[in-house]
């Protein structure tokens, strides 16, 4: 695979990998380090692409492990499914933190890792269960339990919050 | 009497939808990626240009490094602790000594001092100097053994 042709594959996947990674890490300069060892990783292999019958989803394979590596670098959990809260948001206090979407994306940020990740390729990027599973390594029905039980923290959650006002 | 509100569940997904962030993507990632697969195709090693963070070999380049001064630290202080017992061996009662003897102490301690300036140029010239030390040695001890010291 010629320079060109590896552009024209990968560039316009490159938006989403870098969405991918940012979801994953949760950091910027993080995710772009990982879109670019992604590519170099690609391009090592370029002879080889002609043989992969989807390359998005392969590069997002890679990208994947690459973002594991970042992981394991800052000794980040990656397929943590039981673990708790990271914090216990306190309950606002003022009108202000009252408005819906604060509430809601500070309860979604203080969900165990895991859950938080899934969430937000799923609700928030619109990725298919089966995205989100080659994104993560996770199988398909570990990603609908993160995701039932991370609806339910949050509805929990919220409903305290909402009560406590009105 | 407070009722207390409820959300179905499809009306707590849209609450989540709504709070929706945008992920950032840097104006620049894909002008940034195009120049990267230049510099490959011309011929530069194909690693990410890290922006941040410095490599694991960063690390352990540093690592490998303070290694290498602790153990030359460690032989060092261990090569000079063995000269100095030669020289505490041939730290006895010089005045006592025949001419030859005397002449034999002042080669050893050339001798000594040879390896103190030697040391410098590498284990292996260190090992040469103790040859010498060591038969220096040899000799004055067996002058000592003559004159019954």
């Keep these: 695979m010629d320079a060109s042709t590896f552009k024209n594959v990968f560039i316009p996947i490159s938006r989403k990998l870098y969405v991918v990674a940012f979801r994953l890490l949760e950091n910027r300069e993080d995710a772009q380090d990982a879109v670019q060892e992604t590519l170099a990783k690609l391009w090592a292999k370029r002879e080889n692409l002609y ?4 390359n998005e989803k392969f590069a997002v ?5 690459v973002c594991l590596d970042f992981m394991k670098a800052k000794k980040m959990k990656f397929t943590d499914f039981d673990e708790n809260l990271i914090n216990d948001t306190p309950l606002p206090d003022t ?3 009252r408005e819906n979407v604060v509430i809601i994306r500070r309860l979604i940020d203080d969900l165990p890792a ?5 969430m937000k390729l799923k609700h928030w990027d619109n990725f298919s269960d089966a995205e989100i599973a080659q994104a993560t ?14 609806r339910r923290t ?7 919050i909402e009560n406590k006002y009105h | 009497m407070k009722t207390q509100k409820t959300y179905s569940d499809e009306e707590i997904l849209t609450q989540i939808r709504n709070a929706k962030q945008e992920v950032y993507i840097p104006q620049t990632l894909e002008n940034d990626l195009n120049t990267l697969i230049d510099k490959w195709a011309n011929g530069q090693t194909a690693r990410a240009q890290t922006s941040a963070s410095p490599s694991k070999w960063f690390w352990a380049g540093g690592i490998a490094a ?3 001064i602790i153990v030359s630290l460690g032989l060092y202080f261990q090569k000079n602790s063995s000269t100095q017992q030669y020289s505490d061996n041939l730290n006895i009662k010089v005045e006592n000594l025949n001419v030859a003897d005397k002449q034999k102490v002042a080669t050893a301690e050339r001798a000594l001092i040879l390896v103190s300036a030697n040391y410098n140029k590498g284990l292996s010239s260190l090992h040469n100097a ?14 000592f053994k003559k004159n019954k010291l």
């Design chain 1, 154 to 160: 949050v509805k929990e959650r919220f409903l305290k």
């Design chain 1, 51 to 54: 043989q992969i019958a989807n």
């Design chain 2, 66 to 68: 303070s290694l290498a």
């Design chain 2, 130 to 143: 103790e040859t010498h030390i060591k038969q220096a040695q040899n000799a004055v001890n067996k002058s």
């Design chain 1, 137 to 150: 390594g996770i199988n398909a029905g570990n990603i609908r339990v993160l995701l039932s039980r991370a």
């Design chain 1, 95 to 97: 009108m202000e933190a």
């Design chain 1, 114 to 118: 895991m859950q938080r990740k899934v």
């Design chain 1, 61 to 65: 394979t890679v990208l994947r492990n």
